[in-house]
């Protein structure tokens, strides 16, 4: 086994805060396979403990900034 981790899939609309039910835009890998979802606040509010005991953290909360139709060039 070579530790490597598989691709996260994109965050989607089906994908919810573990904590609160709100859109999740923040994907916790633990060890073991296990995973948390959570919505930007409740990432905010756990980042530090999470930081330390999480494998990946995929972090799509610079969704909440694009605008529908915004160019970025």
Do not use: W
């Amino acid at each position: 086994m070579s530790g490597a981790i598989a691709p996260t899939k994109p965050l989607t609309a089906s994908d919810i805060c573990d904590r609160c039910g709100a859109p999740a835009y923040v994907r916790v890998l633990l060890p073991g396979s296990a995973e948390l979802l959570f919505c930007a606040h409740h990432n905010r509010k756990h980042a530090d403990a999470l930081a330390k005991v999480a494998v990946e953290i995929q972090d799509e909360t610079g969704r909440l900034s694009d605008k529908p139709g915004s160019d970025s060039r």
